[in-house]
């Protein structure tokens, strides 16, 4: 049995913790006691803020684990990294952590290397934006956040100032990224790596509520794309992994391509994606075991990947945006295709980051399933 340590606590770090145990190894998780669900489902359990990697590094030790990971969040990457880096574990290079977690960074690093991405520009101070001269529409995000918070469209000059304040209120650093709006598909490409070797796992379409915050409302594997976009999507994804010295573990490649098939790759996470796409999604349409792989990768242990179902697999999520979607999920047991569903509330929100959303529904089937809705 070996001693595992997962950052983060919350029911996007649950089904890594669940998997853990299932594989009969000892978890512990780091995390502020608010909403840390894992608590309930670790063997140790420290209410430490996940951004307190001396600390977190210290008991560490003292636990002498074996090694350290995490699931969908960015800034929980930088901690891995630096436990696994002082305690000779696998992990992702320290000093590449910020520019795989800052999206300024992470632009710079793409042109340098010939990756295509969107143009851009940093804001350091709001009154920067003032004299800001941009092609409308651009996309304003803060550099460092995740789950779109933040994230604005932009379509002249009155709306830049005050997205740009709105955007630095949400980042931690207040450094406001300016890009360009690329209009068209959007998808993730869902990998693991080991050595520097990357394997693309699958392909997944997006669907968000549009501008102006481009929340995702439902997820679908396999995309939907022609084969020969693809071929040049999985092209393009493994220069950005190499251009980011992404090395172990698992990584989330988000992608845009127009209607005349230029890509461009938006942003990527050094580890599972979220919205159920690394702990579900991916396992249900291709019957390869993600999760159980991210484990073993930073206990240094490898198989290269099978593929042993092609199934479809989806998520859908409940807000006032997908309102249609509550009485499905009422009738939940009515739906064989559905293999998890939960309302969190019946007082539907208007979205504008992952966090407003009011429930879900994971389904898989022999088919893209596309719900009924007005």
Request: aromatic content about 8%.
């Amino acid at each position: 049995m070996s001693k595992i340590a997962i950052i983060g606590a919350s029911y996007l770090q649950l089904p890594a913790v669940k998997k853990a145990k299932e594989m009969g190894h000892e978890v512990i998780c780091f995390a502020w006691p608010e909403g840390a669900i894992c608590k309930n489902y670790a063997d140790r359990f420290y209410p430490i803020s996940i951004t307190d990697k001396d600390r977190i590094l210290e008991i560490c030790k003292q636990e002498k684990i074996d090694g350290i990971t995490t699931v969908a969040s960015d800034l929980a990457v930088w901690t891995v990294n630096y436990v696994a880096s002082n305690m000779g574990l696998v992990s992702n290079p320290y000093e590449w952590t910020e520019i795989t977690t800052n999206k300024y960074k992470m632009r710079e690093c793409f042109m340098s290397h010939g990756v295509p991405s969107p143009s851009y520009r940093l804001i350091n101070r709001l009154e920067e934006s003032f004299r800001l001269n941009v092609k409308f529409p651009v996309i304003v995000k803060p550099t460092d956040r995740s789950g779109s918070r933040g994230i604005y469209k932009v379509v002249n000059q009155t709306q830049l100032s005050s997205a740009i304040e709105a955007a630095m209120s949400e980042g931690f650093s207040s450094q406001v990224l300016v890009e360009d709006f690329i209009d068209g598909h959007e998808v993730s490409v869902e990998s693991i790596s080991f050595r520097g070797n990357h394997h693309i796992i699958q392909i997944t379409d997006k669907v968000t509520t549009g501008a102006p915050h481009f929340v995702e409302l439902e997820h679908h594997q396999p995309s939907s794309l022609p084969t020969e976009i693809k071929a040049r999507i999985k092209e393009i994804t493994l220069r950005a992994l190499d251009a980011l010295h992404i090395e172990y573990g698992a990584s989330h490649t988000e992608l845009k391509i127009s209607d005349d098939g230029d890509i461009k790759v938006i942003e990527v996470g050094a580890r599972g994606g979220g919205d159920f796409i690394a702990s579900n999604l991916v396992e249900l349409s291709t019957g390869y075991d993600f999760m159980k792989a991210i484990i073993n990768v930073s206990l240094g242990i490898f198989e290269t990947p099978e593929i042993l179902d092609k199934k479809y697999s989806g998520v859908y999520f409940l807000s006032k945006e997908t309102s249609w979607l509550l009485e499905i999920l009422e009738n939940a047991s009515k739906y064989p295709e559905i293999e998890q569903w939960e309302i969190s509330s019946h007082s539907l929100n208007s979205i504008t980051c992952s966090a407003d959303r009011n429930g879900y529904m994971i389904y898989t089937a022999n088919q893209k399933l596309n719900l009924h809705h007005d």
